[in-house]
């Protein structure tokens, strides 16, 4: 646990307030779970945001307890980024990564008791966008006395939230890190994310959604076809090709169905360990709000105008074999970035890994981050008692 | 500013206050962050290496990560900045005549460095020795310079000429005299416009 944050342990905070949400629905109370690293110092100028992706959720950085009160073997997602001298330092600022509304790690989604019924939200849940998630997350912010993030982070559908960020509220973010992400799906971004709505959904024990109510089933079929699509999106041919060529787990073919090359078990292993921790309701949502996910809409397909309001500084990094989305989304973003005359810096990292290259160790991507990140605090302009 | 190189101090002197500024190749950041702080510019720089990326970030300069050769299209529309600089970087192109009009379309002037060929040590190396000069400003050898569209001040003149640009100031560095500049001068310096 060398360089780690160390133990850490989720907290959460109640919301009775109800939520309007894009869609027109309202969420009348909801709970949103969080993990803080790091402290917040005086003036609440040092606080972070950490915006998770698809599957994410709070656990962002160092170790939770098992059942024995054993460090578990796995850290938080982005324990490479997060940490005491990383590039997000908990001992310079004080970090805030919460699990988005409609997920299923401890904040109201679709598997939590609905108040009204007494019976989990299944498909009753509503659709919550990338916008609905920056109210809840200002909503947090008040409550954690942050008036204004010294930066927004995330990779991915995080990203996207980090964008949104800095359109909802211009005045509360002063740096907005966007990391392999894209102003928007494409058709063939949508295609992949229907194909795995549809695996799930045509799941026999998917009971239009109820699958909680019976007897605890879920439509595991589905969501295992759904990660393994989604997994041969995230990885990119040459990293594959590395990773198992074609290579056979029994060093011969067998004429079978069973698991014969590496890259087939991989697959089943990717989707044997999601299915016991990921809802599929929880899937679906997420997928729409990728899908849905385009803040240049309403401004006649326009990013730059929709940005018009922007404040922030900005980082934005993307990597050369990500084909989920490729630095060509990224520069979409910059391009408008720069068309608002913002402050903006683009890195483009030499990655193999594809889309997955943001959750890794790379170096010229880490030190990237760190001297953005330090920049963060050097540039800071309001409020100097963060200098101790 | 003593990490700037001559050319750097001298272009920082022909900046105006508070200007709109792309700097193309621009290495570490350290002519932006120069001018940044002298001439209170805003402005973003270009730059492929990763390394140099690197040192814009550390700097806090606005650098896009981008190859040149690509041109300036992905990112600026028309008359976006005051001045599009390019230090010692057009004999690195493969398109700088390309490049020439892209910085113009981008930026009411350019401004321009690059080793001037025509230097005299430069044609005597190639006179004498009948080889391809290797000195101070030109350090590698022909194999592996990435120096591949090598000019001298004439030239470019010329190319300035053909594409109807006028040149507003001219200095060279390497001779405190006026004279014969492309015999003389081992850096050239331009500034110019469209006509």
């Not at chain 2, 004439?154 to 300035?160: T, Y």
């Not at chain 2, 109807?164 to 004279?179: A, D, E, N, P």
Request: charged share 25%.
């Amino acid at each position: 646990m060398k360089d780690s944050i160390g133990i850490v342990s989720p907290e959460s905070a109640e919301f009775r307030q109800p939520l309007k949400l894009r869609s027109g629905d309202t969420l009348n109370s909801y709970k949103l779970v969080y993990e803080t690293y790091g402290t917040l110092n005086q003036d609440a100028s040092n606080a972070i945001l950490i915006c998770h992706a698809l599957s994410g959720n709070h656990h962002a950085a160092g170790y939770h307890l098992d059942k024995n009160g054993d460090p578990e073997r796995k850290p938080g997602w982005w324990e490479t980024a997060i940490g005491p001298g990383k590039p997000i330092d908990s001992d310079r600022f004080f970090i805030v990564s919460p699990n988005n509304l409609g997920g299923c790690d401890g904040s109201t989604g679709p598997a939590t008791i609905n108040p009204a019924s007494g019976i989990p939200y299944g498909p009753d849940f509503p659709f919550v966008t990338v916008e609905d998630w920056v109210e809840s997350q200002a909503l947090l912010a008040d409550r954690l006395g942050i008036d204004k993030w010294a930066a927004v982070v995330g990779g991915s559908l995080g990203g996207m939230q980090v964008l949104q960020w800095s359109i909802s509220y211009p005045k509360r973010i002063q740096h907005a890190v966007i990391i392999a992400a894209a102003p928007k799906l494409t058709a063939q971004n949508i295609a992949f994310n229907e194909v795995a709505r549809q695996a799930i959904r045509t799941d026999p024990d998917f009971h239009e959604g109820r699958y909680l109510e019976h007897t605890d089933t879920i439509p595991e079929r589905g969501l295992r076809l759904a990660r393994m699509l989604g997994h041969i999106t995230y990885l990119s041919d040459e990293a594959m090709g590395a990773k198992f060529g074609r290579e056979l787990r029994d060093g011969q073919i067998n004429y079978g169905y069973g698991v014969e090359f590496q890259v087939e078990s991989y697959l089943r292993y990717q989707a044997d360990s999601f299915i016991g921790r990921f809802d599929a309701n929880t899937y679906l949502l997420m997928t729409k709000a990728l899908d849905y996910f385009d803040p240049a809409l309403n401004h006649a397909d326009n990013l730059s105008v929709a940005l018009k309001d922007v404040k922030s500084k900005f980082c934005v990094i993307s990597f050369t074999s990500d084909w989920r989305f490729p630095p060509q989304r990224s520069q979409e973003i910059v391009r408008s970035l720069i068309d608002c005359g913002l402050d903006v810096s683009y890195a483009e990292i030499e990655a193999n890994h594809g889309h997955d290259a943001f959750l890794m160790p790379i170096p010229q991507y880490l030190n990237i981050l760190q001297a953005y990140m330090d920049k963060v605090i050097d540039r800071d302009d309001f409020g100097d008692s963060n200098s101790e | 500013m003593s990490d700037m190189r001559p050319d750097q101090e001298l272009i920082c002197n022909w900046i105006e206050d508070d200007s709109r500024i792309l700097d193309l190749g621009c290495g570490d950041g350290t002519l932006l962050n120069s001018l940044i702080e002298r001439r209170n510019v805003k402005g973003y720089g270009l730059e492929l290496n990763d390394k140099k990326v690197l040192g814009c970030f550390t700097k806090g300069v606005n650098v896009i990560q981008s190859d040149l050769d690509h041109g300036l299209s992905d990112y600026f529309d028309n008359n976006s900045f005051d001045y599009v600089i390019m230090s010692l970087t057009l004999q690195a192109m493969n398109f700088p005549d390309r490049l020439l009009d892209e910085m113009l379309r981008v930026g009411q002037e350019g401004i321009i460095t690059f080793p001037n060929f025509g230097y005299w040590k430069n044609r005597i190396q190639l006179l004498l020795k009948g080889k391809m000069p290797v000195t101070k400003s030109l350090p590698n050898f022909w194999y592996n310079t990435p120096n591949i569209h090598l000019c001298t001040m004439k030239d470019f003149e010329l190319l300035c000429r053909e594409k109807k640009i006028h040149i507003i100031q001219r200095t060279v560095i390497g001779s405190r005299h006026k004279i014969a500049p492309n015999l003389l001068g081992e850096t050239a310096i331009y500034r110019f416009k469209r006509e």
